[in-house]
């Protein structure tokens, strides 16, 4: 999805940690990243000025060191990087990744299996966990079709609510959500381990579209990855129900008479580079902070 224009108390754990079963972030961004193209206003030009830091495209690592497994939620663009981050600080095995899960066909979402490719890194049956749409696109439509011709990626099929168990103690869970679904489904996913759960859910048109109280699903666990694509309505230059996101207002007014533990589970991920959230120190982010809400970042980690 390519979307132009500009305008605590913690439950994550020490990057250092040595928890069997956890979440790290791998990145916080919108499809497109930041900074993004094309964007010479102030909010991209801070990063050029050294002032904001890069931040790739939203991704999670989930590792499992006991079991000596690490999958990957989404193949962005950043997918190099990032399974060179999961390799280096947190499991470094003989197979690369264990298993990469895609939400939907979106730019940011999927483009990343590319390198997988015999351009790139030409390794064979890396584990592909899909929806049936998601699997029909790829496997009919160039260049994905040759990932699946020269047997780069294999197929592990996913179905709506169907469990599927990573190992004893590890599982997965997707779930239908609406959104854009040009060329795929779009699911979130439920992430269960040894003690803890995550909603993982970065994309959705609105909360009022879904067939579940969002509100009632965080207090079912103790994360709760949510878009957080724009702040607020006007926040690019273009209609902004072509890009139907919830804004972070939206989300913030369904929770605003829920106790501060649930409050505490939401951790927005999921920014438009427009979003003021994405900063660290914006006042946008540092007011929703002593709310008791949180913000993704870089090398979070969130044990299970």
């Known amino acids: 999805m390519l979307v132009t224009g500009c305008t605590r108390k913690d439950i994550s754990i020490d990057k250092t940690s040595k928890a069997s079963q956890y979440i790290t972030i791998l990145g916080t961004a919108q499809d497109g990243g930041f900074p993004h193209i094309g964007c010479q206003k102030k909010c991209c030009n801070d990063f050029y000025e050294g002032i904001s830091p890069k931040q790739k495209v939203v991704s999670l690592g989930l590792i499992d060191r006991e079991a000596q497994q690490k999958f990957l939620f989404e193949a962005t663009p950043d997918i190099s990087t990032q399974l060179a981050d999961l390799e280096k600080n947190h499991l470094r095995t003989s197979t690369i990744i264990d298993g990469v899960f895609i939400t939907h066909a979106h730019m940011g979402h999927y483009a990343g299996l590319l390198y997988f490719g015999k351009e ?30 020269n047997k780069n990626i294999a197929f592990s099929n996913l179905r709506k609510d169907k469990v599927v168990q990573l190992n004893n103690s590890l599982k997965v869970t997707p779930f239908l959500v609406p959104h854009r679904d040009e060329f795929s489904e779009t699911v979130g996913y439920k992430i269960e381990g040894k003690n803890k759960s995550a909603l993982f859910i970065p994309d959705i048109n609105k909360w009022s579209l879904w067939g579940k109280n969002i509100v009632e699903e965080v207090k079912k666990v103790d994360y709760a990855f949510l878009d957080a694509t724009f702040f607020k309505e006007g926040e690019i230059n273009r209609p902004m129900s072509e890009v139907p996101h919830p804004f972070i207002e939206e ?54």
């Open 251 to 304: 989300t913030v007014d369904l929770f605003k008479n829920e106790s501060l533990t649930t409050k505490n589970k939401v951790i927005f991920i999921h920014f438009n580079h427009t979003n003021p959230a994405l900063q660290p120190n914006s006042k946008e982010r540092n007011e929703l902070t002593l709310l008791g809400y949180k913000f993704a970042t870089e090398g979070k980690q969130f044990e299970l």
């Open 120 to 149: 790139a890194l030409g390794k064979k049956d890396i584990p592909v966990y899909a929806m049936p749409k998601m699997k029909n696109f790829l496997i009919n439509n160039g260049p994905w079709s040759q990932l699946v011709t």
